[in-house]
């Protein structure tokens, strides 16, 4: 298996909603990633857990919050969204050494918050 | 909804021809290049990377350039195809954080027949 895969591929959501994403990978990467993408802008970082532990928090509003449940599960969990989260939410991971920097990225999950 | 928001930088090529996206860092300590091409709808896609050990890089079609002395990296395309209309982003490994990799603003290729 070579690739990450998110669910769900499109979320609508209210205010006052809770709901998670997920995602997924099992090619052995000890790092995965959480990124927010706003049309027509690069990926922008919210957290990177590396070997199931949360390393970087990109000063992220507390509505959003990560769960590593294991090496190959990385979930988003979302609470009392605005609508200017509303965008494409990355997952990607990266094989853990000092000597391998790329990251593979999943389709994405398009949320819309109303 | 969402703003519109600062228009992509666009670069418009004719099938067959060859393409060049540019891209300008900052960090002259940075020693780790990526380039991604994301597709409408699609997460970012993986094409070809370089490390600061190397001026030039070649993949299937495509090349990455390193300038080091002017902190500038390209990626040309041979013989560009409507399949390769996308958005292409640069990136480089963070300096201070081997984990992070810092995103340019992105380049817009569109192919037309």
């Known amino acids: 298996d070579t690739e990450v895969t998110q669910t769900p591929k499109h979320l609508v959501m209210g205010m006052t909603n809770k709901k998670s994403l997920k995602c997924e990978q099992h090619?052995?990467?000890?790092?995965m990633y959480w990124y927010k993408q706003k049309a027509k802008k690069p990926p922008e970082l919210m957290f990177v857990?590396?070997?199931?532990?949360?390393?970087i928090n990109e000063s992220v509003p507390s509505r959003f919050s990560p769960e590593c449940p294991n090496s190959s599960l990385l979930n988003l969990h979302l609470h009392a969204l605005q609508p200017e989260d509303s965008a494409l939410y990355l997952c990607?991971?990266?094989?853990?050494?000092?000597?391998?920097?790329?990251?593979?990225f999943g389709p994405g999950t398009r949320l819309t918050v109303t | 909804g969402e703003s519109v928001g600062l228009h992509l930088p666009t670069l418009s090529v004719q099938e067959g021809d060859n393409s060049i996206i540019n891209c300008a860092y900052s960090?002259?300590?940075?020693?780790?290049f990526i380039w991604y091409k994301q597709e409408s709808g699609k997460g970012p896609q993986f094409i070809i990377d370089?490390?600061?050990?190397?001026d030039k890089r070649q993949g299937q079609r495509v090349t990455v350039l390193l300038n080091k002395t002017v902190k500038h990296l390209s990626l040309q395309i041979a013989a560009t195809q409507p399949g390769d209309s996308a958005v292409y982003f640069c990136?480089?490994?963070?300096?201070?954080?081997?984990?992070?990799?810092?995103f340019g603003t992105g380049t817009r290729l569109q192919v037309f027949p």
């Open positions: 090619m052995g990467h000890r790092a």
């Open positions: 857990y590396s070997y199931e532990k949360l390393s």
């Open positions: 990607a991971s990266k094989l853990r050494t000092d000597l391998s920097y790329e990251q593979y």
């Open positions: 990136a480089e490994k963070a300096v201070y954080n081997t984990d992070k990799l810092i």
């Open positions: 370089i490390r600061s050990n190397m």
């Open positions: 960090n002259s300590a940075s020693d780790y």
